[in-house]
């Protein structure tokens, strides 16, 4: 049976997701998205397929019984990449101490779910700053590892219209060891209140049943199931809340891993865990999703409250 080590593929997915970040940017520039619809209200782009191209062609390279679940249908050519297993070595000692058995995971256990665009919707209307590359890494049905990688934003994240500026950031984290590099973002005047983030473009009665029962000081409207969570995951809210169907599991496993690892919460609205398996039938969210930092249960409750 072979073992894998997770930072040796959290350091390849990171890579991964850069470099697909590269792609993503590019195609934007060229202008030619060849936008096509995979069903209605369901965009996917050039640059979705081809960034999902590249990193499970990446990662087939090293690791070629590994199980992946990547958003497109499409077929995978060879490529020449290799990733770069070794960027994350220098954290080996420390979870050495806190998760040891994950520096030598059976590959039967472990699914890979890849969202290679995530806010495909945003992409092909401009709004960029949501776009993101997602990478989540589960094992034995729980996320435990995951990175985010957002192509048109500077160093800290922050979203621009002008190209020059688009470094790119990563967010990455494996469960039980601190994040590097995230910052809380929550404005001054905020704090005390309770913030809800929901989708801008698909809101239904079920919403704003949520809405209406969490009552929040502030709502955020916007687009992209892992930008929502990133707001979360940076304090810029405390609850994201979509209660029905609408996004699949890689939309929240990366995202998910890294929430778990600053001790956040994401579940089903009636508080069930999200199982991660590649039984195509259950990749949809089909109850929806609340992700929040923080009383978890308060929001769990309050959306039970008859
Ligand atoms: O990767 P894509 O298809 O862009 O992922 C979708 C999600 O599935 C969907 O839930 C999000 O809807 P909202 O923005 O309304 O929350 C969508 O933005 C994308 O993230
Ligand atoms: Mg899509
Ligand atoms: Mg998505
Ligand atoms: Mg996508």
Redesign the pocket.
């Known amino acids: 049976m072979a073992k894998i080590n997770i930072l040796e593929l959290l350091s390849a997915c990171k890579n991964l997701a850069e470099e697909s970040g590269e792609i993503i940017t590019s195609v934007f520039k060229s202008g030619d998205l060849n936008v096509q619809m995979k069903g209605e209200d ?1 965009p996917m782009t050039q640059a979705d397929l081809l960034s999902q191209q590249h990193i499970i062609g990446g990662l087939n390279n090293l690791w070629s019984d590994l199980i992946i679940v990547g ?1 497109e249908s499409c077929e995978i050519p060879k490529t020449d990449k290799i990733p770069s297993i070794n960027s994350l070595k220098q954290y080996e000692n420390e979870l050495e101490k806190k998760q040891p058995e994950f520096l030598s995971l059976d590959t039967k256990d472990l699914i890979i779910f890849i ?1 290679p ?6 992409f092909t209307n401009g709004r960029v700053g949501c776009v993101m590359t997602l990478i989540g890494i589960s094992y034995k049905g729980k996320p435990i590892a995951g990175v985010i990688y957002q192509p048109f934003v500077d160093a800290d994240g922050i979203a621009s219209k002008e190209s020059s500026k688009w470094v790119g950031r990563s967010v990455w984290a494996v469960v039980g060891l601190p994040v590097v590099g995230l910052k809380d973002k929550r404005a001054p005047e905020d704090v005390g209140k309770v913030i809800l983030v929901t ?4 809101n239904n009665q079920q919403v704003e049943d949520a809405i209406n029962k969490i009552k929040p000081d502030k709502l955020i409207r916007t ?4 930008y ?1 969570t990133l707001m979360v995951i940076e304090n810029l809210a405390d609850v994201y809340v ?1 209660p029905t169907v ?3 599991l890689w ?1 929240i496993c990366g995202p998910h891993a890294i929430l778990l690892a600053i001790n956040g919460s994401l579940t089903d609205p009636f508080g069930n865990e999200i199982v991660y398996t590649n039984d195509p039938k259950k990749i949809d969210n089909k109850y929806g999703v609340v992700i929040t930092i923080g009383d978890h249960q308060k929001y769990i409750n309050l959306l039970n409250q008859k």
Do not use: N, Q, V
Request: glycine share 18%; proline share 0%; charged share 40%.
């Open positions: 369901d958003e969202d665009l995530d806010a495909t919707r945003e989708t801008a473009s698909h687009g992209g199931a892992g929502k979509f609408g996004t699949k939309d």
